[in-house]
């Protein structure tokens, strides 16, 4: 089931199952994805959990980040499902990660987790990617890929 446009209550739970893959080729220009990303009440705060499959080639490779609502705060802590690598710790939303150790075509595993706070626009919380370096094999987000979000009571 798709959820993209179900805004959470007050301790309730948005969640989205991307149905679809989707792909880019020749590009380190960050996208949107077509379906992780829910609309977000002014003046609240958030937590999310997020888990991405993607394949990718070294030369390829994967780059995330997240884009919040005009005047909202937040970070997140990201790790492969392998182990801790550069996208780990404390990062800000805002902030493009390149996710290490995408050395072959494997399906590869990107968990995130994190808070935001709204402030008085509401708005998208958007998952974005891309390659880290322009390269004729495509990087795919899979289907599968989820976001779930609550807003803090």
């Known amino acids: 089931m798709l959820a993209s446009y179900i805004t959470p209550a007050t301790g309730q ?11 880019v080729v020749d590009s380190a220009t960050l996208v949107n994805d077509s379906e992780l990303f829910i609309a ?9 959990i997020m888990l991405v ?5 070294s030369t390829g490779d994967f780059r995330m980040t997240t884009v919040l609502p005009t005047d909202a705060t937040g970070t997140f802590m990201g790790a492969t499902l392998r182990g801790f690598g550069n996208a780990d710790g404390d990062v800000e939303a805002h ?8 050395s072959d075509t494997d399906v590869h595993h990107q968990y995130l987790c994190g808070k935001i706070i709204t402030k008085g626009t509401a708005g998208n919380f958007q998952f974005q990617f ?16 989820s976001l779930i979000i609550w807003e803090e009571s």
């Open 53 to 57: 499959y993607y394949t990718t080639t």
């Open 130 to 145: 891309a390659q880290g370096t322009s390269d004729a094999t495509p990087t795919i987000l899979l289907e599968g890929s």
């Open 13 to 23: 739970f948005g969640f989205i199952i991307k149905t679809a893959d989707q792909s």
């Open 40 to 48: 977000l009440n002014a003046n609240k705060r958030y937590f999310f």
């Open 95 to 102: 902030d493009t990660v390149e996710v290490p150790n995408t």
